[in-house]
């Protein structure tokens, strides 16, 4: 999924929202904004257009808390804002909501590592990922550690975060993949705050699954050597042994290039290329992100005439946008064990991307089977088309509703 940083905001509608300085033009003209195509798209999912295109100061977002760090603590810090944990999500994945007038980058409990902004119907796919409390039959043990887990599409790299506190320290891996160089920059300086850097991570001893990431192409990724790029349990031992010292030198660098190639996951050899499956693969994938409220308001912003997505109103596009999430699930599911889990997901409203996408592999994949899920009753989380699969609609009258979100998760069967 390409996103930003992960501070996302649901808009919330308030009896201002006509004089906000974006409400320049009735909703009636800004509606007109919209392509006929796109207006009809999010008519057809059940989003109402005029609501969608409301920006206003009464917004949320949300937070998930550095588990390293004091949780009461945390929380003190935002005083006013007073923090709401989420209704429909449990606790122990530390997500709030606070409101959207808070600016996070600029507050104490951001810039010291306290708390990351992340979409909670984001995290909502990781906690469908390594827990069984939203099967809604629960069946299957959760394996013992360590664990081996897989993210592809991993950037901005906040998912690795997460699943990274929830494995804990107990000789797991967590493997990140993307392949963009800027998006793994990105994955690197996220995990150096949150898993390396002493000041912003709040661990003084090792704590959490070791990160490793890897610029690749997710669609062939263990089908050849490859480089690992970052690995946090290694950058983690470099801080310490350097101080105050914030680049390596050359001979340190060399060092860490041949260490990195020793601990690779992905090793070629005679007999071609190896490397262990995983017990938990996450898809994200790459979509063309509409049930994003904040990125249609940015386009908005940006529009000079009509605001268009082709990748969902251009056939041809749309296909191949397909056809490149069909790649990256079946790349997934290659990867799994017998016996293990795989979550797919996307920030997109499409049935095209989603349930099409879930069909395709399990019509594909004769050992693959749906575990079908289920959350607290809430008016924006429905069943996907497909039994068992959840959609999170992107709502502006309910202040717990993260952006526009699917997840499904699937088994692999073990055999003997």
Known sequence: MTMDSGEWSVLIPSPSTIHHPFAIMSNQDKSSILSPELKAFYESHSV????????????????????????????????????MSIPWLHDKFGFYAIPGSIKLQQSESFRSGRVYGMDVSSGAAVAVLLSSLYDKEPQFEERPAPRRVLDIC?????????????????????????????????????IKKYHVDTQT?????????????????????????????????????????????????????????????????????????????????????????????????????????????QQLTDEKQLEDLVQLQKRLVASGYRLLKPGGILVYSTCSLSSAQNEGVVQWLLDKEKDAFLIPLEFDKEKFIIEGSIAGTVRFVPSTTDYFCGGGFFVAKIGKKSFG
Do not use: W
């Open 201 to 309: 991570s709040g661990k003084t001893i090792d704590t959490g699954a070791t990160i490793r990431l890897y610029c690749e192409d997710g669609v062939t990724f263990g089908t050849k050597t490859a480089d690992l790029v970052f690995d946090s349990q290694g950058a983690f031992e470099e801080t310490k042994t350097a101080g105050k010292r914030k680049r390596m030198n050359k001979s340190a660098r060399a060092r860490e290039r041949k260490r990195l190639k020793l601990i690779s996951d992905v090793k070629g050899n005679d007999s071609g290329t190896s490397m262990e499956p995983f017990d938990c693969v996450l898809v994200d994938a790459e979509c063309s992100t509409d049930g994003s409220l904040k990125h249609v308001q940015q386009q908005l912003k940006k529009a000079n005439d009509k605001v268009e997505n």
């Open 48 to 83: 109402n257009v005029e609501s969608l295109l409301v920006e206003n100061d009464a917004s949320v977002r949300f937070i998930r808390l550095n588990p390293r760090f004091d949780k009461t603590e945390t929380l003190s810090l935002f005083q006013e804002a007073k923090p």
């Open 154 to 190: 991993c950037a901005p790299g906040l998912k690795l975060c997460m699943i990274s506190d929830l494995l804990g320290e107990n000789n797991s891996t967590v493997v990140g993949v993307d392949i963009s160089e800027s998006r793994i920059f990105l994955c690197k300086n996220i």
